[in-house]
Every structure is written in C-alpha cells, then in structure tokens.
C-alpha cells in the first residue's frame, strides 16, 4: 500500500475530530471536582477514557506485535505487527445517554503467511494460507510448505455504531451493530467479504477504576470475490480492567478471547493473559493516555496461533472542566 494512500484514509478519519474539537465534553464538570487537585481530576480522566460509554472523542493509535507457535514448519518463528488507528466520536442525546461511532483502520505491518507448491493446475500455483484460513483448513495443509512474510497493507476497515449510558449507581451498558468492510489490499490474506454482527458492552466504574466486558459478534453477508468459499462466524469477548493507583497511573489488563465458529475443534479458541500499565497526562485541555501489556496465550489454535503479545497504544481526548 503507498504511504500517500495510508495518509489520505488516516486524514479523512481524523478530519470530523478536529471539527468537533472545540466542542468539549466535560469530565469533572462540577464545581466540586473543580477543586480537586490535579492528581485526582488525572485520575477521573483515566477512568473516563477507559469508558466505552463516555461522552469523549478521542483518537487512539496502537501498535500491536504477536509472536506465533504451532504444527506447521517454522511456526515458532513467526511474528507479526499490526497498527490501528481508531477515532471515536460520542454525541451526548437530550436524555443524557450516548451515541458512539468509531472507526478502526489496521494496516499490516508484518504478516506471517503460510505457503506451498499447489501444482500447475491451480490457477495460482502456490497455495497461500493465513492465519483465519489455517485455523478452518489446518488438517489439511501440507506440511512441506514454508512462511513468507507479507509487509505494509491496509486490512479490513471496522466500523461500529453503538448507544450506550451509564447509571447513577456507575453501571454502564452499550449496544449496537460492529461491521467489518473489505477494503485489504493484502490479496492472499484478504476474506473479501462484508461482516456484520451485534454487540454488547456492559460494567462498572468504582472509586478506583473500572472493569467490564465487550461481546460482538461477526458474520459474512456479502463477498467481493465469486471464488472464495469461506464461511466467517467469529465471537469475540473483552474483559478488561483498570485500577488506578495515583496521579494518572493505572494497572490494566485487557484480555480479548475468540472463538472461530468455523475453525476445526483444536483451531478455534484463543485465550490471552496478561497484565500492563497506563499513565494518563493532562497539557491543558489535551488529555493524553499511554499504556503497553503484555500477554501469554494460555489457549491457542494448535495448527497455528498466536503465543506471546506487546500492545502500546496512545489516547488522546479533548477535556473541558
């Protein structure tokens, strides 16, 4: 993918932020949380941006690195890294509660593909198997074949649309619509289909932090290419948690498991788990939240799966006290 390419899809996202950018919500809007000092109102804003119902636009970039285990030939020495930008925009109703949009734009840095000699008869004569393909075909993949690396593609942009509130007793709850468009441009990694499925967030927020969960789930309706013949059933579950622990700082974890409908028995369940750690910074009325974890797969498709993961990622929000 050409960077100019890159650059105009990141700018065409981040252009509706900085137009509603003077339009600030405010966090700690009280006048008694005016006079809290600078340490806790930080801590306010950690929990708020961490909110999946909050009532901010914010811009969040991460950069995700994976390393791999398995069956197939060299699997252990696989990695991949992938870089998300996702902005989102929350619109406040006349009821108080939300309505959410947000986008992710994941370009593939580095992308491990497996792939072997399919004779002369097929059309492509290499037969090319990524990791989604793997987890429904794994059985069946030669093992005489090896890894390449495919580099700097823009994959599956996602979309949700969700309407969410959070209650006088500090519960929250979202629901709404997650949809995934086919615009890779990686050919031998692509679905080339349309996902779309339902979603679910719900959780609360403490004096100290938050904890909570996201459930979605997606499903092929629409393919672009007539010769794929695949069908997309995935469940995906967050469970994440935060606990702050003064000026801005956080212990986080973020543990999202997923389970492959389509993929054979020994292929479709992934479980992370891991711990990590957030600080939150405040330069005027730009909030600004940085974190990394790491985590260890203790379940993982057999043929061919993730094992070891690095996230660092950085928020940034508007704030108005």
Not at 48 to 67: F, G, H
Not at 236 to 261: E, K, P, Y
Not at 305 to 315: A, H, K, N, Q
């Amino acid at each position: 993918m050409s960077f100019i390419r890159l650059l105009t899809y990141v700018a065409l996202l981040f252009i509706p932020f900085f137009l509603f950018a003077e339009k600030r919500i405010s966090v700690v809007g009280s006048a008694e949380k005016d006079s809290l000092p600078k340490s806790a109102k930080l801590d306010s804003i950690a929990i708020e941006m961490i909110n999946p119902v909050n009532s901010l636009k914010s811009i969040d970039v991460e950069l995700w690195y994976r390393s791999y285990q398995g069956e197939l030939p060299n699997s252990d020495k696989q990695t991949a890294s992938t870089l998300y930008f996702r902005p989102s925009f929350s619109f406040s109703t006349s009821k108080g509660r939300n309505i959410i949009l947000r986008a992710t734009v994941p370009v593939n840095l580095r992308v491990p593909t497996y792939s072997y000699f399919a004779g002369v008869k097929n059309h492509n004569e290499y037969e090319d198997f990524t990791e989604w393909r793997i987890r429904q075909e794994g059985s069946s993949i030669r093992p005489d074949g090896d890894f390449y690396s495919v580099h700097s593609h823009m994959y599956d942009i996602g979309f949700d649309a969700a309407y969410g509130w959070t209650n006088d007793k500090n519960l929250f709850c979202m629901f709404g619509m997650a949809f995934e468009f086919p615009t890779s441009e990686d050919i031998s990694g692509a679905r080339g289909q349309l996902l779309i499925g339902p979603e679910l967030s719900f959780g609360k927020i403490f004096s100290h932090g938050i904890f909570g969960c996201r459930l979605s789930h997606l499903t092929d309706i629409i393919s672009s290419d007539s010769r794929i013949d695949y069908n997309t059933n995935l469940t995906d579950l967050r469970l994440f948690l935060a606990i702050g622990i003064g000026n801005g700082w956080q212990v986080v974890s973020n543990s999202d498991m997923t389970f492959d409908w389509e993929g054979e028995v020994n292929n479709r369940l992934s479980i992370p788990l891991g711990a990590g750690i957030a600080k939150t910074f405040l330069f005027r009325n730009l909030a600004l939240r940085s974190w990394v974890e790491t985590s260890k797969y203790v379940t993982t498709p057999e043929t061919f799966g993730p094992d070891l993961s690095v996230r660092f990622g950085i928020t940034s929000s508007f704030i108005n006290f």
